[in-house]
């Protein structure tokens, strides 16, 4: 991932990638099986499971499609993997059949992103598409707070800061892997939906920070959790200290960080040999017979991910296609209380979590936070 700020969604891409597996043949359904893990045979079930288990979370839609050429006739068992009603019909006019795309991509997102990302022209013969939306309020909001960051690449501006406190002190904790500490905070959806804030080390890259986080949520990376955390800095931006206060009090957790909006495109074949479609672009043959007697090579990949974090809830949008084409302060007061800051005033990532599976469904880095308007 690169330095700067962007969003993914491996949740989108992934099921597409899992129906090329599942009919293509040689070196490309070699690639294709590395880059998702599962030995191909096995991708499209895999596939079938994970869009089950997305359209049974309420706070998700959705969805998939398949548009062919009427001259191109998809094979009977691979189709019949496919969710109902998936299969449309490309016409042949690319300004028809753009527009038709862009309006299911526009649909199946509620408006968040508005065109399909690949692009239909005249030698595309199939289209195998994603969509996926989700929306979540959080079960507590935050207040908008000026925050005007001291240090780091945002110092001397002044953000639209999202402030709460908790009692719920292990919503924080502290990971540690090879690369650095990374602090993490939870922040809860009222419907199944999270969003895991991540600071890392100061030296710590991108891509660092968010695979520490992918490792605590799949438990192969220790955290340590907020209760257990000593005195003093306990973690990037995170600080346990004594405070007074007016009153006996529970000890409290209080998250700073920034709302933000943030939009990206990816064109996949731009990392083609992470996502196993090195072979599959050789266009001098066919790659996919389990789809088509046609022979098939992959023109274009590409998705378009929105997310958007505020006081009240967080939503995001991803659309993934793969287009184919022909092969060939207060005052002193008596008593103290333990506070756990965490303050996200820097660049820093998140995983928007589906609490039931664990599924990390769009992953970011933030490094343009929303200005106080």
Not at 147 to 154: H, I, L, M, Q
């Amino acid at each position: 991932m690169s330095s700067g700020g962007t969003v993914f969604s491996a949740a989108g891409v992934w099921p597409l990638l899992a129906f090329l597996a599942d009919g293509a043949q040689g070196a490309a359904r070699a690639e294709l099986a590395r880059a998702l893990g599962v030995p191909a045979e096995q991708a499209a079930a895999a596939a079938r499971e994970l869009l089950a288990e997305l359209a049974d979370a309420k706070a998700l839609d959705a969805a998939l499609g398949l548009w062919t050429k009427r001259t191109l006739e998809p094979r009977e068992e691979w189709e019949a993997g496919l969710p109902t009603d998936a299969h449309g019909v490309l016409t042949g006019d690319p300004a028809l059949d753009q527009r038709e795309l862009d309006a299911w991509a526009a649909k199946r997102t509620g408006g968040l992103i508005e065109r399909l990302p690949v692009e239909v022209r005249d030698d595309t013969e199939l289209v195998l598409a994603s969509a996926l939306a989700l929306r979540t309020t959080w079960l507590r909001p935050f207040e908008v707070r000026p925050v005007r960051p001291s240090a780091g690449p945002w110092q001397g501006r002044t953000l639209r800061g999202l402030n709460r406190r908790s009692v719920r002190l292990d919503r924080a904790g502290v990971a540690t892997v090879p690369a650095g500490r990374v602090t993490e905070v939870k922040v809860l959806g009222d419907n199944g939906v999270d969003v895991h804030l991540l600071l890392g080390d100061e030296h710590m890259t991108p891509g660092q920070v968010l695979a520490a986080g992918a490792a605590a949520l799949d438990g192969t990376c220790p955290v340590v959790r907020g209760s257990l955390l000593p005195h003093g800095p306990a973690g990037p931006g995170l600080r346990v200290e004594e405070r007074p206060c007016a009153a006996p009090r529970q000890p409290t957790l209080e998250v700073t960080t920034t709302a933000f909006e943030m939009r990206a495109h990816h064109d996949l074949l731009d990392l083609h040999g992470l996502f196993g479609l090195t072979a599959a672009q050789d266009a001098r043959q066919g790659h996919f017979p389990g789809i088509s007697a046609s022979p098939l090579a992959v023109g274009s990949a590409r998705q378009s991910v929105l997310a958007r974090f505020d006081a009240l809830g967080f939503e995001a949008a991803a659309v993934t296609a793969v287009a184919a084409v022909g092969g060939a302060p207060a005052p002193p007061r008596r008593y103290t209380s333990t506070v756990f800051t965490a303050a996200f005033d820097r660049p820093f990532g998140f995983l928007a979590v589906h609490r039931g599976t664990r599924l990390a469904l769009t992953a970011g880095w933030v490094t343009e936070p929303a200005p106080l308007r």
